[in-house]
């Protein structure tokens, strides 16, 4: 179950989104085995393709920090049930998640559901498989 205070984090990471193509203000909070958190929003491009998701943003901060052992991901966007991310966003969890790792999906009204890594991408990549 996530913390009341991770949630408020993901859901105010959505104030730095930068968006004007899609509108659409996502938030992540990434919490990291040490304790500390990594905020991320989606920060979006003229040449579209190269946007980047909010659950990215974080884990691409984390990293560069030196942080690669992570605890709970929470994901907030402004939709009716819990947001789902991307299918590039599951690839990057499984890369740096254990596959049980918990995964708190909100919703615009504050509503969420808690899942994992691996029921968001069963059957990932790796060269280990
Ligand atoms: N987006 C995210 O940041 N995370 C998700 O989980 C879904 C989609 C972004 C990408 C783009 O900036 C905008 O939302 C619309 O797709």
């Known amino acids: 179950m996530p913390n009341k205070e991770w949630v408020q984090m993901a859901i105010d990471a959505r104030e730095h989104a930068y968006v004007p193509y899609s509108n659409f203000r996502v938030g992540a909070a990434l919490v990291a085995k040490d304790g500390t958190i990594f905020k991320g929003c989606n920060i979006e491009n003229a040449s579209y393709g190269l946007s980047n998701c909010a659950e990215r943003t974080a884990f ?54 808690t899942t994992t890594v691996e029921a968001l991408l069963p059957y990932s990549f790796s060269e280990e498989k």
């Not at 049930?81 to 615009?108: H, K, W, Y």
């Open 60 to 113: 691409f901060k984390a990293v560069s920090e030196g942080k690669t052992e992570f605890l709970h991901l929470i994901v907030s966007g402004d939709t009716k049930e819990p947001i789902s991310p991307c299918g590039a966003c599951r690839q990057v969890m499984s890369e740096f998640c254990d596959p049980n790792m918990p995964v708190t999906l909100v919703a615009g009204d504050g509503h969420y559901v």
